[in-house]
């Protein structure tokens, strides 16, 4: 079978005179698209449109020959959807719970079904126990393994990997790696590391607008002669520290961005976005938190047609 295409035409979303989405256009088929912005950026709003919980109010949405809101049954049929935030029945037990989401999903009751999702999310050791008795992260990977019931073709994953310990995240990994041939799976996170070295294509999505959609290295590269990294000794950054810690805010234009500080023995080491670096600094190779971050505090570095990166 082969994984279905998404599309997404000109979609915007807004309550009253206030719009969260702005003129979103996508079109996926197969693979494993990572879309990465901060916290308020629309992310969750956009996935659950397409995951047929909310209506647009601009534009269309389309999964094969499918179309929003007619054929929102048929749509779910296909659907695998993680949300950010969720009510799991904690009086049940996982299997219980598992079996419950199989019925409503529509999924055949098959025993060998519930017992494989919670196999691929590591649950065998509580899959008797009741939910409200689990820890955080554990709830997070049964509200994972209900999505994956019926290995539906197209998943919508929204923050997945909240909750989970960094060996549940490698697996999680892995097995989205394993299932990206024949499904379309959209992921959204504000960590880049979740989807650094996953994504087939990334999308940088800022206040209800995608910024860029394209490969890793096309938006890495939008970073290109911007990175530098400047090192200090400890005495010279406490004088220095509370300067290079000024955010870059909407009213003033950006002079410098920093990236990260690392701290080793007696030497600080700042990485930096600039046009103007000091004499000091050296010229680094972009990464994607690089071209992520370039492209929200750069306006001049966003393409103007809805920002498709090659």
């Not at 598992?98 to 519930?114: D, E, Q």
């Not at 008795?133 to 709830?139: E, H, R």
Request: with cysteine; glycine share 10%; proline share 5%.
């Amino acid at each position: 079978m082969s994984a279905p295409e998404l599309l997404v035409n000109d979609l915007s979303y807004g309550i009253g005179k206030k719009t969260i989405l702005k003129h979103i256009n996508l079109c996926l088929s197969g693979g494993i698209f990572g879309l990465l912005g901060a916290n308020g950026a629309g992310k969750s709003t956009l996935l659950k449109i397409m995951a047929t919980v909310m209506q647009p109010t601009h534009g269309e949405i389309r999964v094969d020959q499918w179309q929003r809101p007619h054929d929102d049954r048929q749509i779910r049929r296909m659907l695998g959807y993680v949300p950010q935030q969720y009510g799991l029945l904690e009086h049940l037990t996982i299997q219980e719970y598992l079996h419950y989401a199989a019925i409503m999903k529509g999924t055949v009751h098959n025993p060998g079904v519930v017992r494989q999702v919670s196999a691929w999310m590591g649950l065998g050791e509580w899959f008797n126990t009741r939910i409200a008795q689990l820890s955080g992260g554990t709830k997070q990977r049964v509200g994972i393994a209900q999505a994956l019931l019926g290995t539906p073709p197209l998943l919508i994953l929204d923050e997945p990997t909240a909750g989970l310990d960094p060996g549940e995240r490698v697996h999680l990994k892995n097995l989205l790696q394993q299932w990206s041939s024949t499904t379309t799976i959209v992921l959204s996170t504000h960590i880049v590391s979740d989807i650094e070295g996953l994504a087939d294509t990334v999308g940088i999505l800022d206040h209800g607008q995608l910024l860029a959609e394209g490969s890793v290295p096309s938006i890495v590269r939008k970073a290109d002669g911007l990175v530098f990294q400047r090192s200090f000794s400890l005495a010279d950054w406490e004088q220095e520290a509370d300067r290079w810690m000024i955010r870059p805010n909407a009213m003033r234009s950006v002079k410098r961005v920093v990236v990260r500080i690392a701290s080793s023995g007696k030497t600080v080491t700042v990485r930096y976005l600039t046009r103007d670096p000091d004499e000091h600094s050296a010229m680094a190779s972009p990464d994607l938190e690089d071209g992520y971050l370039a492209l929200v505090n750069f306006p001049e570095l966003r393409d103007t047609d809805a920002t498709f990166a090659e």
